[in-house]
């Protein structure tokens, strides 16, 4: 018990550290946790909606939906994916559970990714002019998405100390499922065989169910949630 006590507080501490560290590499400090996503929203806005006129109504709240989660898994997993690897120097000299590094580098994204997340809350407030009695499903669309989270970062950053190549190949498979998501256009509007395809994405039906609760104003596929946890 104590251990886990230790161990945890362990991880607590290397992730304060870790975020006030990024906090004083620059200028803006901490408000880059806000502004860089909100500049990564912008050029996917200008290219598809401006520049390529991909857009029309409800088109802003529609790619937010998908933009912001996805950025969320991403980043996560991409940064957990190789925590184990990153830091070889310290496991060499002292033990650490290993299980350690994934999980911390999941804690400090995740933290980062509320100030986003609150800010759409507050956008889709201005944007659908109320609140509605389906955002008290978020939490449970949120856990799944962490689970999932949780599950591809930890098993990833176990295999590419032992397959290095993995880590060359992840770059493209997570390209690949960013555009197999359903970010830009709508699955529902697909083929029955296309939107199975697609479906088996698990961050295309979570991106779906976001959609469900804050735009269309309807309750989140629960046996979805249940197969995706």
């Not at 290397?14 to 996503?37: C, E, F, H, M, N």
């Not at 050029?43 to 088109?59: H, P, S, T, W």
């Not at 060499?92 to 590094?101: A, D, G, R, S, T």
């Not at 939490?139 to 962490?146: E, G, K, M, R, S």
Request: charged content about 15%; aromatic content about 16%.
């Amino acid at each position: 018990m104590s251990s886990t006590r230790h161990y945890l507080d362990l991880i607590r501490y290397r992730a304060y550290a870790d975020l006030k560290s990024d906090s004083t590499q620059s200028y803006l400090g901490a408000i880059w946790w806000v502004l860089d996503p909100l500049l990564y929203l912008v050029v996917f806005y200008l290219i598809f909606d401006v520049f390529l006129k991909r857009g029309g109504e409800g088109f802003v709240g529609f790619l937010l939906c998908g933009l912001v989660f996805w950025r969320w898994f991403d980043i996560c997993v991409k940064r957990a994916a190789s925590s184990i690897q990153n830091n070889v120097a310290v496991i060499n000299q002292v033990y650490l559970p290993k299980l350690m590094f994934p999980i911390t580098d999941i804690i400090i994204s995740t933290y980062r990714f509320l100030f986003v997340f609150f800010l759409l809350l507050l956008f889709m407030v201005l944007y659908r002019g109320n609140l509605t009695l389906y955002w008290l499903s978020l939490p449970v669309i949120l856990a799944t998405q962490l689970l999932l989270i949780f599950s591809a970062g930890i098993i990833l950053s176990l295999c590419i100390p032992f397959l290095p190549d993995v880590r060359k190949l992840l770059d493209n498979a997570m390209l690949l499922l960013f555009y197999m998501s359903g970010i830009f256009f709508d699955i529902s509007k697909l083929s029955e065989k296309n939107q199975q395809l697609l479906n088996l994405n698990p961050m295309a039906q979570l991106i779906q169910q976001y959609r469900q609760v804050f735009l269309q104003e309807q309750w989140p596929d629960w046996a979805g949630l249940g197969n995706i946890a």
